[in-house]
C-alpha cells in the first residue's frame, strides 16, 4: 500500500531561515503526492502536488518541493521563513480513492 | 467555482447524545466526499468515503455512520457519542482521478463531556 513519513514532528527555524520539511513515499510505482498547510482550527490547504510532469513543483508562498525516485523523497522546502509559516504542514500520497497523510509536521518561526 | 462547507465550526456534546454533521459540496458534480478525524501527533485518520449517492466505505469500524443522501451532501452521526470520539472531523471532496488533490471544508472541533 502507498503510504508517507514524515521525519520530525516539530520543525524550529529563526525567521529567514531556510525551511525543509521531509516526507519519504512507499511505494512500487510512481505516487501522486502533495503537501498541504493547516493553521490552527482550520482545514487544509493544498500547498503543492507532484503529477509526474515535473521533478521540482513550486507551490503558493513560495513553497517548493523535489521529488527524487532515488531517495523515495519528496521534501518540502522554503528558502526564507516567515512568522506567518507557523503552521502545520502534512505530506500526503493518493493511492486511488483516497489521500493518505503523514501524521505531520508542526512548524515553528521564532524571530 | 467549487466551495465546500461544513458545519457547525464547534460542538459541546454529553456522553450517549446523538451527532449529526453535515457537509455539502457547491459548484461541481458527482465528487468523491470524505470525512477524516484528526488528533494530536496522529494526522488525518480516513473515516469514511463515498463515491456516489448511497455509496458508503467505512476505513475503521467505530461509532460513526455516514449517509450521502444527495450527491454533494455528505453527513457524519452517531446515536449515542462516546468519550473517544472527541476530536477535529474534517470534510473533504475530490474529483475522481488519481492526480487531482482534495479540497476540505474548516472543519468541526466536536468535544464530548
Known amino acids: 500500500a502507498q503510504s508517507v513519513t514524515q521525519l520530525g514532528s516539530h520543525v524550529s527555524v529563526s525567521e529567514g531561515a531556510l525551511v525543509l520539511l521531509r516526507c519519504n513515499y512507499s511505494?512500487?510505482?510512481?505516487?501522486?503526492l502533495f503537501w498541504y498547510v493547516q493553521y490552527p482550527n482550520q482545514g487544509l490547504q493544498l500547498l503543492l502536488k507532484?503529477?509526474?510532469?515535473?521533478?521540482l513543483v513550486k507551490g503558493i508562498n513560495g513553497f517548493e518541493a523535489e521529488f527524487k525516485k532515488s531517495e523515495t523523497s519528496f521534501h518540502l522546502t522554503k528558502p526564507s521563513a516567515h512568522m506567518s509559516d507557523a503552521a502545520e504542514y502534512f505530506c500526503?500520497?493518493?493511492?486511488?480513492?483516497?489521500?493518505?497523510f503523514g501524521k505531520g509536521t508542526s512548524l515553528l518561526v521564532t524571530p | 467555482s467549487q466551495t465546500i462547507h461544513q458545519w457547525p465550526a464547534t460542538l459541546v456534546q454529553p456522553v450517549g447524545s446523538p451527532l449529526s454533521l453535515e457537509c455539502t459540496v457547491e459548484?461541481?458534480?458527482?465528487?468523491?466526499l470524505y470525512w477524516y478525524r484528526q488528533a494530536a501527533g496522529r494526522g488525518l485518520q480516513l473515516l469514511f468515503y463515498?463515491?456516489?449517492?448511497?455509496?458508503i466505505s467505512s476505513e475503521v469500524p467505530q461509532n460513526l455512520s455516514a449517509s450521502r443522501p444527495q450527491d454533494r451532501q455528505f453527513i457524519l452521526s452517531s446515536k449515542k457519542l462516546l468519550l473517544s470520539d472527541s476530536g477535529f472531523y474534517l470534510c473533504?471532496?475530490?474529483?475522481?482521478?488519481?492526480?487531482?488533490?482534495?479540497?476540505f471544508g474548516q472543519g468541526t472541533r466536536l468535544t464530548v463531556v
Open positions: 507532484y503529477t509526474s510532469a515535473a521533478t
Open positions: 459548484g461541481t458534480s458527482n465528487p468523491n
Open positions: 473533504a471532496w475530490k474529483q475522481g482521478s488519481m492526480n487531482t488533490e482534495a479540497f
Open positions: 463515498s463515491v456516489g449517492i448511497g455509496q
Open positions: 500526503a500520497v493518493n493511492p486511488g480513492y483516497a489521500l493518505n
Open positions: 511505494s512500487s510505482v510512481p505516487p501522486y
